[in-house]
């Protein structure tokens, strides 16, 4: 770790945004999805989140950061980059529904409410369907969770023993199994407009606090004494569970992998920090922007020829649709890394 900051987690957060990415690849490299269980990475978020929460935020909540002041910072965390993301998502949207691509939506919503809806991280009530925001392809409904979950967090969540968070995450991770199986979608629930503040603050809110607790073993120095595993090995498991082919939901493994499989994986990583491999920073600064920017790029792929695969899947192609992604992401990162302009400053340039 280099200051506050984990490496291999962030490693695991590319890994993670790249199962996502594969997971929207249905019908792109075969017919049918492929990582099949890649939408359990909004889980592994969810966890991640708590722990980098907790350990950037938590001894300055107790410390008297307001909420105010809390939320201000987490805003120009996640949205400057979240709403370049969103702009160029709006304008495949915008052509697509130009296009005939969707029918029934009239001008109003597609030149006002989606946009309005999409960039406030609002469910899109008022149009067709049931989803959360079309340009996104539903990711933001986990972005909008997090919003929710960090503010009961700073509210006074952070205040709680230890002991009370983990009856919070079991009681949490428990109606989320039975959830899972009375529903029957396992985990892969909360992710459109009428679900997200039922199903979807039980999938973040006892992953996110099971992250704070995570975070506070961490912080004791609890781990210490577990074995090294390398953190390939790791990163590696993780996309072998984001893999794993199903024919129908599978609640009871979904709660394995969310319950035991991903914070066992984290804290693994946290264990091997000191054997962060060199491509782990590039890959969780490339984490955020591609879950971002990729849904108008798939969304293309998947219902227009641009790319030739509307009609049949092409592995080659699919393989250049991915890469796309990730060329946006970079260029997204790149933009929202850049020096605020200064006014009434003379360049060196100018000099």
């Not at 890394?337 to 100018?350: C, I, Q, T």
């Amino acid at each position: 770790m280099t200051g506050q900051r984990f490496h291999n987690l962030d490693g695991l957060r590319g890994v993670c945004a790249l199962s996502v990415v594969l997971f929207h690849c249905s019908g792109l490299f075969r017919q049918g999805p492929i990582f099949q269980h890649g939408f359990l990475a909004v889980d592994m978020f969810f966890l991640l989140s708590g722990f980098v929460i907790a350990l950037a935020h938590e001894a300055r909540l107790k410390a008297g950061e307001t909420l105010p002041a809390f939320l201000g910072a987490r805003a120009r965390r996640l949205l400057p980059v979240y709403w370049l993301g969103a702009i160029f998502n709006i304008a495949i949207f915008i052509w697509m529904a130009r296009a005939g691509y969707y029918p029934g939506y009239g001008w109003a919503t597609v030149w006002l409410l989606v946009p309005l809806l999409t960039l406030l991280l609002l469910p899109a009530f008022g149009t067709p369907g049931a989803a959360f925001s079309q340009p996104m392809m539903n990711v933001s409904w986990s972005l909008a969770v997090e919003w929710a979950v960090n503010t009961f967090y700073a509210t006074g969540l952070f205040r709680l023993r230890t002991r009370t968070l983990l009856l919070l995450v079991a009681a949490g991770w428990g109606a989320m199994a039975v959830a899972g199986y009375h529903t029957g979608r396992g985990w892969c629930v909360g992710i459109d407009r009428y679900e997200v503040f039922t199903y979807g603050l039980l999938r973040g809110a006892p992953a996110f606090l099971a992250g704070v607790v995570i975070q506070r073993l961490q912080a004791r120095g609890r781990f210490a004494r577990l074995p090294v595993v390398a953190p390939e090995i790791s990163l590696m498991l993780w996309l072998c569970i984001a893999a794993v082919p199903t024919a129908a939901a599978t609640p009871s493994f979904d709660a394995i992998a969310v319950i035991l499989l991903c914070p066992a994986l984290i804290i693994a990583l946290i264990r091997a920090e000191h054997r962060a491999p060199v491509f782990c920073r590039a890959l969780g600064g490339l984490s955020y922007p591609l879950y971002t920017v990729h849904p108008g790029i798939i969304l293309l792929a998947q219902a227009t020829p641009l790319f030739g695969l509307n009609h049949a899947p092409n592995p080659a192609r699919a393989l250049l649709v991915v890469a796309i992604c990730l060329g946006a992401a970079w260029v997204l990162q790149s933009i929202s890394n850049m020096p605020p302009m200064r006014l009434g400053r003379p360049s060196k340039l100018a000099a």
